[in-house]
C-alpha cells in the first residue's frame, strides 16, 4: 500500500512569491492534516479536512495561506505571499477515521530567501 | 490548556543500554496518546498508541510505553537500544474526535556505539 505523497520534498524561493505544496493522502482516507514543523519543533496543526470540508483552520493563518482538498482526496496548501519566517517543514498526514493513527508523509522543506 | 511536555530535549546513550523518553501531558478529557519518531528527512512514523484498557503498550522496533494517568505521563522505554534507534521522538495526545491534536518539541537521541 502507497503511503501519504508529498511534492515537492524541497522547494526554495524568494520572499513574497506564492508556493504550493501538493499531498495524496492513503487511498480511502477521509481525514487530512496539513502540518506545520519548526526546526526543534513538534508539528503543529495548520488545518484538518474530513473529506472535502475543512473542520479545524483554526490554526491556519488566514491572511496568506489558503488550502483546498477538491473531491475529498488529492489536497494543495498555498502560501502567498511567502515571508521569511515560513521557512520549515510542511508535512501532511492522513488516517482512516477521525482522530485514528495519522499516517504522515515525508514533507516540503520550504527555503525563504 | 490541553498540552505536551517532553523534558529531555536531548539525550545520549550507549548501543545496548536501556532507555526511557519521558512524557507529560495535560489534557481534559480522557487521552489518546501516541509515541512517533521521525527519522532525517523523513516522515513521522507511529511507534504506538494508547486508547484505553492495558496501561502497558507494545510497540514496533521493540518499544513500549506506559500510561501513568496519576502522573499524567506516558513514557517511552527501549531494553536495548540499537544504533538505528537514532531519531527525533515525538510524543503527541488527541481526542477520539480527531481534533485537538498536540505534539510534543520532541527528545532527540543519539546511540553511541
Known amino acids: 500500500e502507497a503511503g501519504v505523497v508529498q511534492s515537492p520534498r524541497y522547494k526554495i524561493i524568494e520572499k513574497k512569491q506564492p508556493v504550493a505544496f501538493w499531498c495524496n493522502p492513503i487511498?480511502?482516507?477521509?481525514?487530512l492534516y496539513w502540518y506545520l514543523q519548526n526546526l526543534g519543533q513538534g508539528p503543529e496543526l495548520l488545518i484538518r479536512?474530513?473529506?472535502?470540508?475543512?473542520?479545524?483552520d483554526s490554526q491556519l493563518p488566514k491572511d496568506r495561506f489558503s488550502a483546498e482538498r477538491l473531491k475529498g482526496v488529492d489536497s494543495t496548501l498555498k502560501i502567498q505571499p511567502a515571508e521569511l519566517g515560513d521557512s520549515a517543514v510542511y508535512l501532511c498526514?492522513?488516517?482512516?477515521?477521525?482522530?485514528?493513527?495519522?499516517?504522515f508523509g515525508p514533507g516540503t522543506r520550504l527555503t525563504v530567501l | 490548556a490541553q498540552s505536551v511536555t517532553q523534558p529531555d530535549i536531548h539525550i545520549t546513550v550507549s548501543e545496548g543500554a536501556s532507555l526511557e523518553l519521558r512524557c507529560n501531558y495535560s489534557?481534559?478529557?480522557?487521552?489518546?496518546l501516541f509515541w512517533y519518531v521521525q527519522s532525517p528527512g523523513q516522515g513521522l512514523q507511529l511507534l504506538l498508541k494508547?486508547?484505553?484498557?492495558?496501561?502497558l503498550v507494545q510497540g514496533i522496533k521493540g518499544f513500549e510505553a506506559e500510561f501513568k494517568r496519576s502522573q499524567s505521563s506516558f513514557n517511552l522505554r527501549k531494553p536495548s537500544v540499537h544504533w538505528s534507534d537514532a531519531a527525533e521522538y515525538f510524543c503527541?495526545?488527541?481526542?477520539?474526535?480527531?481534533?485537538?491534536?498536540?505534539f510534543g518539541t520532541g527528545t532527540s537521541l543519539t546511540v553511541i556505539p
Open positions: 487511498s480511502g482516507h477521509n481525514t
Open positions: 489534557y481534559g478529557a480522557t487521552p489518546y
Open positions: 498526514a492522513s488516517s482512516s477515521t477521525s482522530g485514528g493513527e495519522q499516517f
Open positions: 503527541a495526545v488527541g481526542a477520539n474526535t480527531g481534533n485537538q491534536f498536540y
Open positions: 494508547y486508547f484505553s484498557g492495558d496501561t
Open positions: 479536512y474530513e473529506n472535502e470540508e475543512a473542520v479545524d
